[in-house]
């Protein structure tokens, strides 16, 4: 599976950090969340950030700009269905995250990977809310996801090893 577009579910601190990453590594990114202003805010929070990385010599501006250009947002939920995966990065509550797993569940293709960021949630429950859970799996960016080198692979009882190697 190749992925070009990185679909992200929500755009706080987290959600923001690994749109960035995802970005500035080259990946379109689609950022879902439920209002407008949250959506701004992380545009501003990686306008920041990346700010701050060429005043460190780490990034260019035509690189931010690129960076930046690769990023869409919106408070429609079926705008993720372009993304060849999507990373779930909402409020660590369970019936939150079960409720947009079934809905991310009805929307996308049949195939993509639908990962959670959480750190301390069942993933097998989550995937539960989804008639693939095979294809479901923890994807957890450690904080700040821009810097830290380190993304922990977590599987459910029903995760597919594909799905493990694929997140690899």
Request: aromatic letters at 4%; charged letters at 30%; zero cysteines.
């Amino acid at each position: 599976m190749t992925i070009k577009t990185i679909g992200i579910a929500g755009a706080g601190s987290m959600g923001s950090g690994i749109a960035n990453l995802a970005a500035t590594s080259g990946f379109h990114v689609i950022i879902n969340d439920i209002k407008e202003e949250y959506l701004q805010k992380a545009i501003a929070r990686m306008d920041k950030f990346m700010q701050k990385s060429i005043e460190k010599g780490k990034l260019t501006e035509a690189e931010k700009e690129e960076a930046l250009n690769r990023i869409t947002t919106s408070v429609e939920i079926e705008a993720l269905q372009d993304a060849d995966i999507v990373i779930e990065a909402i409020i660590e509550k369970m019936d939150a995250k079960k409720e947009i797993f079934s809905k991310l569940d009805q929307i996308m293709p049949e195939g993509v990977i639908l990962a959670t960021n959480t750190s301390s949630m069942s993933i097998t429950e989550i995937a539960s809310a989804t008639k693939r859970p095979e294809r479901v799996a923890g994807m957890h960016f450690f904080n700040p996801a821009q810097i830290m080198k380190l993304v922990e692979v977590v599987r459910g009882y029903e995760t597919s090893d594909e799905t493990v190697e694929e997140l690899k």
